[in-house]
């Protein structure tokens, strides 16, 4: 299974975008989804969860501003990023929550580029 993550660019401090991710195979059983975000000189970081049942966890940084989904098939995972500030200027990619135990984790994909002007 390959991970496919979309929706980045480049956006005003204060805007919006909304990733997705599309699995190349079935990740139906796959009960944890997340979000993570990589800046340049820094290590790869947890953005978002979301949990079967509908649980969401979110990193302090995007709390309150950032909202992960799921659609109902399990396809496709998506992150509504809303007043987006200059350090959330990373790569994003999606892969297996921490939160799951089938699998810790599926090949990443390429990932995202979002970039946030000041």
């Known amino acids: 299974v390959q991970l496919q993550a979309s929706g980045g660019g480049l956006v005003h401090a204060g805007g919006s975008l909304r990733l997705s991710c599309a699995a190349s195979?079935?990740?139906?059983?796959?009960?944890?989804m997340a979000w993570y975000r990589q800046a340049p000189g820094n290590q790869r970081e947890l953005v978002a969860e979301?949990?079967?049942?509908?649980?969401?966890n979110y990193a302090n940084s995007v709390k309150g501003r950032f909202i992960i989904s799921r659609d109902s098939a399990k396809r496709t995972l998506y992150l509504q990023m809303n007043s987006l500030k200059p350090e959330d200027t990373a790569v994003y990619y999606c892969?297996?929550?921490?939160?799951?135990?089938?699998?810790?984790?599926?090949?990443w994909g390429p990932g995202t580029q979002v970039t946030v002007s000041s």
């Open positions: 892969n297996v929550g921490p939160s799951e135990t089938l699998v810790h984790e599926l090949r």
């Open positions: 195979g079935s990740i139906f059983s796959i009960k944890a």
């Open positions: 979301i949990i079967d049942g509908g649980t969401t």
